[in-house]
T-cell receptor, first 114, second 112 residues
């Protein structure tokens, strides 16, 4: 059974801090790892990672994957109150027949206080 | 703009009633998914479909069914609603060949 574990489950930081969110996984035939941001509504896509060691970056957010150690981190620098959300990590398997369902972790709830 | 919409956004129903949640996407995606989100459990897959007339069970499919008669819609039916099915339900879709999924706004279902 595929498994995704996120840590910490919740985190409170002050504006301007840098945070690191963790995601470890056990997946049969791993294909990709995805990060989503959820602010009270629908999860919105942030990054998809398929190769080890290649950092993906979008503004103050960045993420990297380690396929040997089976984990990923999501970094947010200079946090703002608008970064407050639940951050979800998901993994997708590889299947020759085409397999697209994602297995999600429980999420990390980030609260950024002024 | 293409989008994925769910209806209703909120629903209260009684135990034992049949309930159908609608999901409609205009991206022409072949892949569609239903998840439920509960505190302490995260997002769990209920059912999914990779195309018209294709449906598959996910991790927590008991008590739920789906049908796929066209590309745009994947309605989720609770055959006989139970209090344990009180949850927030998300529909999602993705393009064949890609695993990035786009989510609807969610339906909050309360079974009393």
């Amino acid at each position: 059974e595929d498994k995704v574990v996120q840590s910490p489950l919740s985190l409170v930081v002050h504006e301007g801090d840098t945070v690191t969110l963790n995601c470890s996984y056990e997946v049969t035939n791993f294909r990709s790892l995805l990060w989503y941001k959820q602010e009270k509504k629908a999860p919105t896509f942030l990054f998809m990672l398929t190769s080890s060691g290649i950092e993906k970056k979008s503004g103050r957010l960045s993420s990297i994957l380690d396929k040997k150690e089976l984990f990923s981190i999501l970094n947010i620098t200079a946090t703002q109150t608008g970064d407050s959300a639940i951050y979800l990590c998901a993994v997708g398997p590889y299947s020759g027949a085409g397999s697209y369902q994602l297995t999600f972790g429980k999420g990390t709830k980030l609260s950024v206080i002024p | 703009d293409a989008e994925i919409t769910q209806s209703p956004r909120h629903k209260i129903t009684e135990t034992g009633r049949q309930v159908t949640l609608a999901c409609h996407q205009t991206w022409n995606h072949n892949n569609m998914f239903w998840y439920r989100q509960d505190l302490g459990h995260g997002l769990r897959l209920i059912h999914y479909s990779y195309g018209v007339q294709d449906t598959n069970k996910g991790e927590v499919s008991d008590g739920y069914s789906v049908s796929r008669s066209n590309t745009e819609d994947l309605p989720l039916t609770l055959e006989s609603a139970a209090s344990s099915q009180t949850s927030v339900y998300f529909c999602a879709s993705s393009q064949t060949g890609l695993q990035e999924a786009f989510f609807g706004q969610g339906t909050r279902l309360t079974v009393v």
